[in-house]
């Protein structure tokens, strides 16, 4: 059973970059035909796709965001990231990690304010 955990800070200035981590349990995140996504939540408001990484390390990110983020993965830890850059109060939102096999972190909330 794939779990997922996402952590980093919960409150981020605004023009700065939010940075999260997602860290996958139970198994490996370069097994083969998985990829690990990151979704987010903004207060009000319906899920967001923002990006995923692949198994094999390959990146795709959503058009409307594809400029301010990016993601990475660290193989010897078994996590991967994501950073957005230039954050506004409309970034604010519960942020998910995921798998496309259906496992779900519990999310973390972040608030952009000064």
């Known amino acids: 059973q794939v779990q997922l955990q996402e952590s980093g800070p919960g409150l981020v200035k605004p023009s700065q970059t939010l940075s999260l981590t997602c860290t996958v349990s139970?198994?490996?995140?370069?097994?083969?035909?998985?990829?690990w996504r990151w979704i987010r939540q903004p207060p009000g408001k319906g899920l967001e796709w923002m990006g995923s990484i692949s198994y094999e390390g390959n990146n795709g990110y959503s058009p409307s965001l594809k400029s301010r983020t990016s993601i990475s993965r660290d193989t010897s830890t078994n996590q991967f990231s994501l950073q957005l850059s230039s954050v506004t109060p409309e970034d604010t939102a519960v942020y998910y990690c995921a798998s496309n096999f259906g496992s779900w972190g519990q999310g973390i909330q972040v608030t952009v304010s000064s």
């Open positions: 139970g198994g490996s995140i370069t097994t083969s035909y998985y990829y």
